[in-house]
């Protein structure tokens, strides 16, 4: 990797970047402490009971560092009942307060807690989502009244010894900040480095930094931004992941090991939130789970290649379409059902392809895999026309919607064929006579398997040899698993699939693990591919994992709201608790529903306020109406 792309210590050994150590009361991060788990509550900050109770759930269930937003004055003081609440309890984990608005309100909590968050989007800089011009002078100007403002936090943290986390949110950039870079992850990280700038000028490094945004497109490409930067200039922070807003039960879990796992898989992180639409203690589980995937990660002899991406930007490899793969057709989902006994069509019924017997017809729902691998196995029905059937060569049945897939030893001995065919093999595979054999091959489609450990990185370098080789074959990333609980699974396979499609790597994906239900198997691939927007294939959520500052309750809320729409296929609906980061992280939403007093909803389209001030108990119906309204609304039996 060239120096203006480098953004990790390995892109083929696995090496955690050696971020400096910052203490949080007695407990490290970043240096040579694990990835740490920390969460937050979703009590009422004025709630002192509830808000210990739910503390001590969440640090029973393994969290390491408990943050709770401070919103006011009044919230901060409260901050100290709490703390010596869960001390005369046997609780000494540390505590953060969440800070946006108002920077009293940090510097009460300053004399109180171990860590103090604050966005820089919204602390002490101006934010009224509007298009506003800055002048160079005018941006300067806005830059000397932030350090002000900041200025007196800094010190007190200082003085304390109490530690602060920069935390970008990609739904809460600045007006200023947008004036110059747009809703942008350079953006995200300009931010974050006027604060950073702002410390160091003041002798202070106890920072953490975070690169949040409910997109994993835009938060990957944030965090490898900031990593440029202080690979650069010398700096080692310590790194908070996390993709916020990333919603409820399996696609909330999916999407942020897609986000969080593709970083963590180049060694970058040292402490985790994943943020779920649910209670807190929740999450600790699924980011312990992705924390210890790296605990004994070795690095793996991967030969290295050239780096052709560039890794701050999105763009899928150009490669050839050969019926429906490739080229700008979605990901092709390929499953393995080579190991059954006997496959019928109520085989595929898991992989959303439903028969009828009554009416002797196929139907297809919005997640039904392209392909399924036989192996030496044989069908004796009727398969659907836009479905394909992989056989191994030797027992290939040269019938309609029937390929051949050799190994890479096979494809150097059998004659040049005119038809598709999938041919598997490892990077070890790809010498110069593979690659002229692919070269002279255009209906040649490569499944890529791995067993290294990791086998990311491994698929990584084998995409980039077909790059430098100039070659456009298209690929499918093959992964297996065994020996995982079904969560794991999912999130072992979210964080591996993930990393490469969100660099554009890939043109389907192929996921095995015999021991894994075939329903699970199929629901991990379709939410990989939603969750790195590769293809849509179902209604996604943007929605918050609540907070003390929340207006409603979130979880029975995006239940409700989910029973009515998630029929439609392809619309983002944001719902977000309260102002903070509502109308931000739902830029690329459709439609929005965010709490903006008690028992109050304000309802959007994409970025505009189309309805204020709603009756909660009207505004779901209101919701419907709008997306009805304006031609998206589709009923459910129509989709039958």
């Known amino acids: 990797m060239s120096d203006g792309k480098k953004y990790a210590p390995s892109l083929f050994s696995y090496e955690?970047?050696?971020?400096?150590?910052?203490?949080?009361?007695?407990?490290?991060?970043?240096?040579?402490?694990?990835?740490?788990?920390?969460?937050?509550?979703?009590?009422?900050?004025?709630?002192?009971?509830?808000?210990?109770?739910?503390?001590?759930?969440?640090?029973?269930?393994?969290?390491?560092?408990?943050?709770?937003?401070?919103?006011?004055?009044?919230?901060?003081?409260?901050?100290?009942?709490?703390?010596?609440?869960?001390?005369?309890?046997?609780?000494?984990?540390?505590?953060?307060?969440?800070?946006?608005?108002?920077?009293?309100?940090?510097?009460?909590?300053?004399?109180?807690?171990?860590?103090?968050?604050?966005?820089?989007?919204?602390?002490?800089?101006?934010?009224?989502?509007?298009?506003?011009?800055?002048?160079?002078?005018?941006?300067?100007?806005?830059?000397?009244?932030?350090?002000?403002?900041?200025?007196?936090?800094?010190e007190l943290c200082k003085a304390n010894k109490v530690a602060v986390r920069i935390g970008t949110n990609h739904g809460s950039l600045s007006d200023r900040i947008l004036s110059h870079y747009g809703d942008t992850p350079k953006g995200m990280v300009e931010s974050a480095l006027e604060f950073i700038r702002i410390c160091e000028d003041l002798g202070f490094y106890d920072i953490i930094i975070s690169m949040k945004a409910s997109n994993t497109q835009v938060m990957v490409q944030a965090y490898r931004m900031l990593m440029h930067d202080m690979m650069e200039t010398g700096r080692n922070y310590p790194l908070h992941l996390g993709v916020t807003e990333a919603g409820e039960g399996e696609d909330g879990r999916i999407k942020s090991a897609v986000g969080i796992g593709a970083l963590l898989e180049d060694g970058i992180g040292d402490t985790i939130r994943v943020s779920l639409t649910e209670e807190p203690e929740f999450e600790i589980p699924v980011a312990q789970a992705l924390a210890d995937r790296y605990k004994n990660r070795k690095g793996s002899e991967i030969k290295p290649q050239h780096y052709p991406l560039d890794p701050f930007s999105y763009s899928r490899r150009k490669s050839a379409q050969i019926e429906n793969i490739g080229d700008h057709e979605v990901p092709r989902v390929i499953h393995d059902l080579s190991h059954r006994e006997k496959i019928t069509a109520a085989s595929l019924f898991s992989f959303g392809l439903h028969y009828s017997i009554p009416l002797d017809k196929w139907s297809l729902t919005d997640m039904a895999s392209d392909y399924a691998y036989i192996g030496k196995n044989s069908i004796d029905f009727e398969i659907p026309g836009t479905f394909g059937i992989l056989q191994d060569f030797e027992n290939w049945e040269q019938k309609d919607r029937h390929f051949p897939m050799l190994s890479a030893e096979q494809y150097a001995e059998v004659p040049k064929l005119n038809h598709l065919h999938f041919v598997t093999a490892a990077y070890a595979e790809l010498d110069q006579a593979f690659l002229i054999l692919l070269r002279k091959n255009e209906n040649t489609v490569l499944i890529l398997h791995t067993e290294n450990e990791h086998g990311m990185a491994e698929l990584r370098a084998a995409c980039f040899a077909l790059i430098n080789a100039g070659l456009s074959t298209p690929v499918i990333n093959w992964f297996s698993y065994s020996g995982l609980d079904e969560s794991t699974f999912q999130l072992h396979a979210a964080a591996d699939n993930g990393a490469l499609l969100l660099d554009g790597l890939g043109d389907g994906v192929m996921i095995t693990a015999q021991d894994q239900p075939a329903e699970n198997l199929n629901r991990t691939a379709f939410g990989i591919l939603q969750a790195t927007r590769t293809r849509i294939s179902k209604t996604e959520y943007i929605s918050c994992p609540s907070c003390g500052r929340t207006l409603f309750d979130l979880q029975e809320t995006t239940a409700k709201i989910r029973v009515r729409t998630d029929h439609l296929k392809g619309i983002k609906i944001g719902i977000m608790g309260c102002i903070v980061n509502g109308p931000g992280e739902m830029a690329d939403a459709d439609y929005g529903y965010v709490g903006t007093g008690k028992g109050k909803i304000t309802l959007y389209k994409e970025q505009d306020v189309v309805k204020k001030n709603v009756p909660e108990a009207e505004a779901v119906d209101e919701l419907i109406e709008l997306i009805r309204l304006h031609g998206d609304w589709v009923e459910r039996e129509e989709l039958v």
């Open 16 to 154: 955690r970047f050696p971020t400096r150590e910052v203490l949080v009361g007695k407990v490290g991060f970043g240096g040579n402490n694990p990835i740490r788990i920390q969460s937050m509550t979703t009590t009422d900050t004025m709630d002192t009971e509830g808000t210990v109770a739910q503390s001590i759930r969440m640090i029973n269930a393994g969290c390491e560092l408990v943050r709770i937003t401070a919103p006011s004055k009044k919230e901060a003081f409260n901050l100290e009942p709490i703390k010596q609440a869960l001390k005369e309890k046997g609780y000494d984990t540390p505590l953060v307060a969440d800070i946006h608005f108002t920077p009293n309100a940090a510097e009460v909590a300053a004399g109180i807690v171990e860590k103090v968050r604050v966005n820089p989007g919204n602390y002490a800089d101006k934010k009224k989502f509007e298009e506003l011009e800055y002048t160079p002078e005018a941006y300067e100007a806005e830059l000397k009244r932030i350090r002000v403002k900041f200025t007196p936090l800094v």
